[in-house]
């Protein structure tokens, strides 16, 4: 079953710094492979240096976010419609999310309520990730719109698991820092 459009939140006994309480939003997910951005590791290069006609729509933070480990000089643009419908340069992923086609004229697109900018991406070969989900890495939770929007994506892995109403919710009390305790 594809988990297109959905989240994956890094199970807290994911043991990998690039993954490490992350929320993965998925942008693939076939048997050919699978694709999503990291949606919760904003960087300090601002929009302003690499795509400045999209800073008014940049969510805050105004930043290019660290996508994931691969092809980090590629950049995938996600946005949040605030209409419905269909427009060209913004093609649909999941209610309301989708990506932004970057050489299109930020004015001429469907009202956004905001755009990310993620450099590089997070990818798994065929049956990597789903053998990953047997694991136990990854826990699969529906996405919102307002996740991709979140103004603290640092606590947005919380945010999430805190939101759900079976007992995955009691991990939002899990520290961030559990060595520490």
Same mark, same amino acid.
């Given at each position: 079953?594809?988990?297109? /459009?959905?989240?994956? $939140?890094?199970?807290?006994?994911?043991?990998?710094?690039?993954?490490?309480?992350?929320?993965?939003?998925? +942008?693939?997910?076939?048997?050919? /492979?699978?694709?999503?951005?990291? +949606?919760?590791?904003?960087?300090? #290069?601002?929009?302003?240096?690499?795509?400045? =006609?999209?800073? %008014?729509?940049?969510?805050?933070?105004? $930043?290019?976010?660290?996508? =994931?480990?691969?092809?980090?000089?590629?950049? @995938?643009?996600?946005? $949040?419609?605030?209409?419905? /419908?269909?427009? /060209?340069?913004?093609?649909? @992923?999941?209610?309301?999310?989708?990506?932004?086609? #970057?050489?299109?004229?930020?004015?001429?697109? @469907?009202?956004?309520?905001?755009?990310?900018?993620?450099?590089? *991406? &997070?990818?798994?070969? !065929?049956?990597?990730?789903?053998?990953?989900?047997?694991?136990?890495?990854?826990?699969?939770? %529906? &996405?919102?719109?307002?996740? +991709? +929007?979140?103004?603290? !994506?640092?606590?947005?892995?919380?945010?999430?698991?805190?939101?759900?109403?079976?007992? @995955?919710? #009691?991990?939002?009390? *899990? !520290?961030?820092?559990?060595?520490?305790?």
């Amino acid at each position: 079953m594809s988990i297109r /459009g959905r989240h994956l $939140v890094a199970s807290p006994s994911l043991n990998d710094p690039n993954f490490e309480f992350t929320v993965v939003f998925m +942008l693939e997910h076939s048997d050919e /492979g699978a694709l999503g951005v990291v +949606l919760t590791r904003p960087s300090e #290069l601002p929009v302003t240096d690499m795509f400045d =006609g999209w800073v %008014d729509h940049a969510a805050a933070p105004s $930043v290019v976010f660290r996508g =994931g480990p691969v092809s980090p000089s590629s950049v @995938i643009a996600l946005g $949040v419609a605030a209409s419905a /419908g269909p427009s /060209g340069g913004f093609n649909p @992923i999941a209610a309301g999310i989708g990506t932004v086609e #970057l050489d299109n004229d930020p004015a001429e697109l @469907i009202a956004l309520q905001g755009v990310r900018l993620f450099a590089g *991406y &997070a990818s798994w070969a !065929p049956g990597q990730l789903d053998a990953e989900l047997v694991d136990d890495a990854w826990i699969v939770l %529906d &996405a919102a719109e307002s996740d +991709l +929007l979140h103004p603290e !994506p640092a606590e947005l892995w919380w945010t999430v698991v805190g939101r759900q109403r079976s007992d @995955i919710r #009691l991990l939002a009390n *899990y !520290p961030s820092e559990p060595w520490v305790n």
